[in-house]
Nanobody, 116 residues
Framework: QVQLVESGGGSVQPGGSLRLSCAAS????????MGWYRQAPGKQREFVAR???????YYADSVKGRFAISRDNAKTTVSLQMNGLRPEDTAVYYC??????????WGQGTQVIVSS
């Protein structure tokens, strides 16, 4: 059974930085990509960033140039460096390990609050 555990969330002032990490344990096979999503209060979960098996990275337009996704060589940990945080980045952030086009594992989420 695969478990994903996020860490690194917290409260920060606008313009600040946070680094989220997600560590996976269990049997990881055929992971196609690793990514981050977020869900703000009253809104649907939305895509933030993704890194593929080959190392390609993709970002939501709203975070391009501010956030950077990375992973370790063992492909068991994915991180999200968030710089220039804005109040609209406030959300619960979830990591995702995708093992098929339609299915993946999810973490429990970590809260990020950006407020002055």
């Amino acid at each position: 059974q695969v478990q994903l555990v996020e860490s690194g969330g917290g409260s920060v002032q606008p313009g600040g930085s946070l680094r989220l990490s997600c560590a996976a344990s269990g049997s990881l096979f055929n992971i196609l990509s690793m990514g981050w999503y977020r869900q703000a209060p009253g809104k649907q979960r939305e895509f933030v960033a993704r890194i593929t098996n080959s190392g390609g990275t993709y970002y939501a337009d709203s975070v391009k140039g501010r956030f950077a996704i990375s992973r370790d060589n063992a492909k068991t940990t994915v991180s999200l460096q968030m710089n220039g945080l804005r109040p609209e980045d406030t959300a619960v952030y979830y990591c995702n390990f995708q093992y098929s086009v339609t299915d993946g594992y999810w973490g429990q989420g970590t809260q990020v609050i950006v407020s002055s």
